[in-house]
C-alpha cells in the first residue's frame, strides 16, 4: 500500500534566494504566492526589494564608487536580471505558466522598505510577528503598543542623522 503525504510549507524569502534553485532538482511539486495584499483596497501586490544597502569605506574616493556603483546598476539591469529573471526563474525553476504568471506579479510591483533596510536589531518593529509567535510575546496589539514609541524614536533618529550628513 502507497501512503501520499501532502503538506505545505511557507516561507516569506524573496525569489532571489540562493535557495530557489535548489527546488529545481527535487520532485516536489512546489508553488510560489506574493506576498498578501494589506487589504481589499490595495490595489496591486507589493514585493520587497531585499538589496539592503551598500557601504562605502572610510577614506575611499566616494566620487568612484557612486560611478562604479551606477554603471554596475545599469548594466545588471540589461544583463544579470534577465539573466535570473527570463533564463533561471521563468525558464528553469517555473514548471508551469502559474508561477510564471505569479513570478510577473512579484517583480512588476517592488518596494523598497526604509523600516526593513535600517532596522536596529531583532527587537523592532521589523521582526513583531516573529517575536510575538516564536518568543509568545503577548498578542500583537500589545507587541506593538509597547515598541511604537521606541520604533518612532529610532527611525526619527535615523532621518534626523541622514539629514544632517547629507543636507535636507
Known amino acids: 500500500m ?11 524569502w524573496a525569489a532571489s534566494q540562493v535557495s530557489l534553485p535548489n527546488y529545481r532538482e527535487t520532485e516536489i511539486d512546489f508553488g510560489i504566492l506574493p506576498l498578501p495584499k494589506y487589504d481589499e483596497q490595495q490595489e496591486n501586490y507589493l514585493s520587497l526589494d531585499w538589496g539592503g544597502l551598500m557601504c ?21 539591469m540589461e544583463t544579470t536580471v534577465p539573466a535570473w529573471y527570463d533564463i ?24 523598497y522598505d526604509f523600516g526593513l533596510n535600517y532596522a536596529e536589531g531583532y527587537n523592532t518593529m521589523q521582526n513583531a510577528m516573529y517575536e510575538v509567535v516564536n518568543f509568545k510575546q503577548g498578542d500583537f496589539a500589545s507587541f506593538y503598543a509597547a515598541e511604537e514609541s521606541r520604533a518612532i524614536d529610532y527611525y526619527n533618529g535615523v532621518c534626523e542623522a541622514i539629514l544632517e550628513k547629507y543636507g535636507g
Do not use: H, Q
Not at 502507497?2 to 516569506?12: G, N, V
Not at 562605502?56 to 545588471?76: F, I, N
Not at 525558464?91 to 512579484?106: N, W
Open 88 to 111: 533561471m526563474l521563468t525558464g528553469k525553476i517555473a514548471r508551469d505558466d502559474d508561477i510564471v504568471r505569479v513570478l510577473d506579479i512579484i517583480y512588476s510591483n517592488v518596494v
Open 56 to 76: 562605502v569605506p572610510r577614506g575611499a574616493d566616494k566620487d568612484l564608487a557612486g560611478y562604479v556603483t551606477e554603471l554596475l546598476s545599469y548594466y545588471s
Open 2 to 12: 502507497t501512503t501520499l503525504i501532502s503538506w505545505c510549507w511557507f516561507t516569506a
